[in-house]
């Protein structure tokens, strides 16, 4: 079974930094697209980041410059490296792919990590 797990919210002072990671595990063929999404209370879910599979990044404006979406060569798992962060980042941060597998081209979305920016 595919899924994608992530992992590493936690609750930081503005201003400050985190790294959120995302494992995709089951029989996957090839990885297209990997990303993360966000949704706040109250909000509907956002693109945060995207990397394609020729490695190609994509951000929403409101995270230029403070966010890199990565996936160091030869590992299956990718981040998200938070930087600069404000109050308005607190959200539930989801990671997502598009893959193929035996079932062939799927979209896959985790759980979710809590991420709290807060004095």
């Known amino acids: 079974q595919v899924q994608v797990v992530e992992s590493g919210g936690d609750l930081v002072q503005p201003g400050g930094s985190l790294t959120l990671s995302c494992a995709p595990s089951?029989?996957?063929?090839?990885?297209?697209?990997m990303g993360w999404h966000r949704q706040a209370p109250g909000k509907q879910r956002e693109l945060v980041a995207s990397?394609?599979?020729?490695?190609?990044?994509n951000y929403a404006d409101f995270v230029k410059d403070r966010f890199t979406i990565s996936r160091p060569y030869g590992s299956s798992t990718w981040y998200l490296h938070m930087s600069s962060l404000k109050p308005e980042d607190t959200a539930v941060y989801y990671c997502?792919?598009?893959?193929?597998?035996?079932?062939?081209?799927?979209?896959?979305w985790g759980q979710g990590t809590q991420v709290t920016v807060s004095s």
């Open positions: 997502n792919m598009r893959a193929g597998g035996p079932h062939g081209l799927n979209d896959y």
């Open positions: 990397l394609s599979g020729d490695g190609k990044t």
């Open positions: 089951g029989t996957i063929f090839s990885i297209y697209v």
